[in-house]
């Protein structure tokens, strides 16, 4: 089992910014590729962004891209997004999910690919 923790949620306005962090067992990182999902009601999950620990690389959604930043700190065991120039349509739950495979063998953006989950963090960003 991987628990994971998100937090960092909030309100915010339009062309605002969040720090995200998802608070993972020790040791968890190389063990596992993770990434960021988010969800609003009636849809499905979206990936937004995955770090490969393997090759340092980081892949983005369309949505997310040149906004977003995924990062790990390997000494705290938390993985982050940041989240720049914030708009209604980011709006959404939040969450953090790990596979037990390499990010390589993986298809980052289906969620499917994922065997963990955390319960996710709030944003609401207001215009």
């Known amino acids: 089992q991987v628990q994971l923790a998100e937090s960092g949620g909030g309100s915010v306005q339009t062309g605002g910014s969040l720090r995200l962090s998802c608070a993972a067992p020790?040791?968890?990182?190389?063990?596992?590729?993770m990434g960021w999902f988010r969800q609003v009601p009636g849809k499905e999950r979206e990936a937004v962004a995955l770090?490969?620990?393997?090759?340092?690389?980081?892949y983005y959604s369309d949505s997310a891209r040149g906004r977003f930043t995924i990062s790990q700190d390997n000494y705290n065991n938390t993985l982050y997004l940041e989240m720049n120039k914030l708009s209604p349509e980011d709006s959404a739950m939040y969450y953090c999910?790990?596979?037990?495979?390499?990010?390589?063998?993986?298809?980052?953006?289906?969620?499917?690919?994922?065997?963990?989950w955390g319960r996710g963090t709030q944003v609401t960003v207001s215009s």
């Open positions: 999910a790990a596979a037990l495979r390499p990010c390589w063998q993986m298809r980052w953006e289906d969620s499917h690919e994922y065997n963990f």
């Open positions: 020790a040791d968890t990182f190389r063990r596992v590729c």
């Open positions: 770090y490969y620990t393997g090759s340092l690389s980081t």
